[in-house]
């Protein structure tokens, strides 16, 4: 297989995003624009990746830090063949160049694929028809080979009306390239210089230009402004509902679904509208996600019912559950198998076992709790004392009456009664009633309830 080499343009200012973050982290589906081009040269297995970025530099090195890329910077952005100027000296000359652009996040692997496989000895273009071309680079063809590619601004009238326009993709073998580099001058109407040129110099040298045609505009469609960022969101979310609708979920509606990350789906999942998937979410058989949930990073065994506006967040969930509605899971929570959590319930670092009932109004943080455990309305465990945070244990069939404050560290033996309202702040024992109320219950024969004051 051929060597390849691919470089990122990426030292755009991105003006029209009136941001004070540089334009290629700006996210699609979750992830920086610049993430998705990266992640499609990975798929194209290169020898080396090479980044050409300009404003905001640093920052967007620190955000891919973790990646093998080789950084080129490009101080002063003096056009696309300046761009490619500076990570020429980076190229290995035995390779093919891939050129990419940094804004382009829908960017497809496939037909990157072919435009290197057919650059081997030829300059390839990914090219696509735009009925309205104004600003692009336009194609010049003599038949089936390219001529040259005019920038709209150097354009004639004649040459403003081809249709057929540059992306701004294009694949070459790298002797050429470095070559040509070294040729382009700045003598246009815009001053710079511009990788474009490049198709006049292979024509020059006799090698042959061609254009693939992409019909999936969207896949080269760039980045510049706000509009352009919110519109391709869609583009990507309507994709990924289509591909969940393929496999077989259930979308109440297609529009209505945001997978920002992974989501993976059994049989038979339902899904209704207004949820968000974050990060790497796993879906069982089964399982049925109710409107308005915004669920990251979990994993949902078979069976399992989220009912609406409930919030999962770093948590494992087994089978056949029923959560919510309004229940929230915060990081480090795992629930067994047939439990219920109910709505205005928070759980942290909990650990829930079978068919344990936590219906309603609760905080449960850095807690153990066993099987068929019934905690009422309004348990609180006081897991934090203001400095360190400590752990409550309850244990099987343990029942905590309604309002009942546990202090951490604590530990609710086996089959256990709290009484309703109490304060615990020592271990209680298994299978007895443990009750801790601040005074008892007294009555007040005769009481009246006070009367509204009569003014005249
Ligand atoms: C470029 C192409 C044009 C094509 C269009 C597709 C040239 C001269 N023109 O035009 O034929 O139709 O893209 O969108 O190549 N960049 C740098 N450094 C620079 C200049 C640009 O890194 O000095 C990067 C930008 O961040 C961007 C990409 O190169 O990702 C394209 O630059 P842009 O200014 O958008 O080029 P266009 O004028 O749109
Ligand atoms: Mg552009």
């Known amino acids: 297989m051929v060597k390849l080499n691919i470089v990122i343009l990426a030292a755009g200012k991105g003006t029209r995003m009136h941001s004070d973050m540089p334009k290629v982290l700006h996210e699609v589906g ?40 080789t950084w080129v910077n490009q101080a002063e952005q003096l056009g696309t063949g300046h761009a490619v100027q500076q990570a020429a000296a980076y190229l290995d000359m035995d390779s093919l160049t891939l050129i990419l652009l940094g804004d382009v996040p829908l960017i497809d692997g496939q037909a990157c694929e072919k435009l290197i496989s057919s650059s081997s000895s030829k300059l390839a273009i990914l090219s696509f028809i735009k009925s309205e071309p104004t600003g692009y680079g336009r194609i010049v063809r003599n038949q089936s080979l390219v ?3 005019v920038e709209h601004k150097d354009a004639t009238q004649e040459q403003r009306a081809i249709n057929e326009v540059n992306t701004g993709i294009m694949a070459m073998p790298t002797v050429h390239l470095i070559k040509w580099l070294t040729q382009i001058q700045n003598n246009n109407a815009q001053g710079e210089y511009y990788l474009t040129d490049i ?4 024509v020059q040298d006799g090698i042959d230009v061609v254009a693939e045609i992409t019909t999936d505009e969207w896949s080269v469609t760039g980045i510049n402004s706000k509009v352009d960022l919110a519109q391709i969101e869609r583009e990507l979310q309507k994709r990924i509902a289509q591909n969940l609708l393929q496999n077989g979920v259930t979308l109440k509606d297609l529009a209505r679904l945001d997978v920002r990350g992974h989501l993976s789906c059994g049989r038979d999942v339902e899904i209704d509208v207004n949820c968000v998937f974050e990060g790497n979410v796993t879906l069982g058989d089964n399982v049925k996600i109710a409107a308005n949930c915004v669920i990251r990073n979990a994993e949902i065994a ?15 969930i087994g089978e056949n ?3 919510g509605p309004y229940a929230r899971l915060r990081p480090g929570t795992s629930l067994a198998a047939d ?23 609760s905080y449960i943080g850095d ?3 066993g099987k068929n455990v019934n905690i009422g309305a309004g348990t609180i465990t006081c897991n934090y004392d203001g400095a360190n945070k400590f752990r409550t244990i309850i244990e099987d069939s343990a029942f905590i009456g309604s309002d009942t404050q546990l ?6 033996g086996k089959n256990a009664t709290i009484a309703a309202g109490s304060t615990i702040t020592k271990d209680a024992p298994a299978d007895a009633l443990t009750l801790c109320r601040a005074r008892e219950q007294k009555t007040i024969v005769g009481w009246k309830r006070p009367q509204k004051i009569r003014k005249n």
């Open 367 to 369: 807690a153990t709790i």
């Open 321 to 323: 559950n029923r959560i």
């Open 302 to 316: 078979a069976g399992t019912q989220i009912l609406p506006f409930t919030h999962i967040d770093d948590t494992k």
């Open 199 to 202: 198709v006049a110099l292979a």
């Open 147 to 149: 001529k040259a590619i």
């Open 407 to 412: 202090v951490a560290p604590v530990t609710i």
């Open 339 to 361: 439990a219920h959590i109910g709505n205005f319930v928070e759980l942290k670092n909990a650990q829930v076992d079978i068919g344990s009932k936590i219906n309603h109004l």
């Open 30 to 69: 979750g992830k920086p624009i610049l993430a998705h081009v990266i992640d499609c040269a990975k798929s194209l297995n290169p020898a080396k990746i090479i980044v050409v970025y300009g404003f905001g530099g640093n920052v967007v090195r620190e955000k891919f830090a973790h990646e093998d890329i």
